[in-house]
């Protein structure tokens, strides 16, 4: 497939993220970005769509994950590991969380740094994508 009819095949979904459970929703967004929902599926060629996901503060963390699930981070400085544990990060910066998760099930290569690109997340049910005319997609709570 050409790159220009890839691009014109392009659609907006959007995903409202209450009371979903985040990982499965990370699976069901990173296959729409991967491009795996269509027939057209070439593994290293960018044929996904854009998805959009609003909410992202009411997703939810199944078990123990709020308190044990820790997040690190580094600043490549000597000393300079920090911790977040999840429900601090739900808390504070939603959005990080549900790109983190997403950004977990893409390749680690330059085809899954553009892929990230067109996912766009939200903190509330707000965004500035309406003149694309996202269509809803259906994930399981």
């Known amino acids: 497939m050409k790159k220009r009819e890839a691009l014109a095949q392009r659609q907006w979904f959007i995903v409202d993220a209450t009371d979903k459970v985040l990982g499965r929703l990370a699976v069901e967004v990173a296959?729409?970005?991967?491009?795996?929902?269509?027939?057209?599926?070439?593994?290293?060629?960018?044929?996904?769509d854009f998805v959009i996901v609003?909410?992202?503060?009411?997703?939810?963390?199944?078990g123990s994950k709020p308190e044990k699930k820790i997040y690190v981070r580094h600043s490549e400085y000597p000393g300079g590991i920090q911790f977040t544990a999840a429900q601090k990060m739900l808390d504070e910066k939603p959005e990080a969380l549900v790109h983190l998760a997403v950004k977990g099930m893409l390749p680690k290569s330059r085809l899954g740094r553009k892929l990230r690109?067109?996912?766009?997340?939200?903190?509330?049910?707000?965004?500035p994508h309406t003149a694309q005319k996202p269509?809803?997609?259906?994930?399981?709570a």
């Open 31 to 48: 296959k729409v970005l991967r491009g795996k929902h269509k027939p057209s599926f070439t593994r290293h060629e960018d044929v996904g």
């Open 54 to 62: 609003i909410n992202a503060r009411e997703v939810r963390l199944t």
């Open 117 to 127: 690109t067109k996912l766009k997340v939200y903190a509330g049910g707000e965004h």
């Open 135 to 140: 269509q809803p997609l259906a994930i399981r």
